[in-house]
């Protein structure tokens, strides 16, 4: 089993910053990739962000590139997620998940490749 908990959620005005922590425990033993995703209000689940464990690659939502890094270390098994220059859109809940197994098709914008997800973080980006 495998347990994530994402932080650092909250309201911010538009322009400002965040920055979402995803702790992981339990079986840390096989990661492929973690990512980010998110779903605003009225909304389906979108893909935001994801990582390579290894780091060899980072992947970005169009909406998101430039504003978001995503980062991970992974002595402390803990996935970053650092928006910038928020607006008002970007409000949602973002989820972490992790993939375990990876696969010759890895996809890390779809949703179904990821094995285990936290609970969210509710993000608040005021006009």
Known sequence: QVQLVESGGGLVQAGGSLKLSCARSGRTSNTYA????RQGPGKEREFVAAINWSGSGRYYADSVKGRFTISR????????????SLKPEDTAVYYC?????????WNPLRDY?????????EVIVSS
């Open 34 to 37: 973690m990512g980010w995703f």
């Open 113 to 121: 490749e990821y094995d285990y997800w936290g609970p969210g973080t």
């Open 73 to 84: 270390d992974i002595a402390k098994n803990t996935v970053y997620l650092q928006m910038n």
């Open 97 to 105: 998940a992790v993939d375990l197994s990876g696969g010759s098709n």
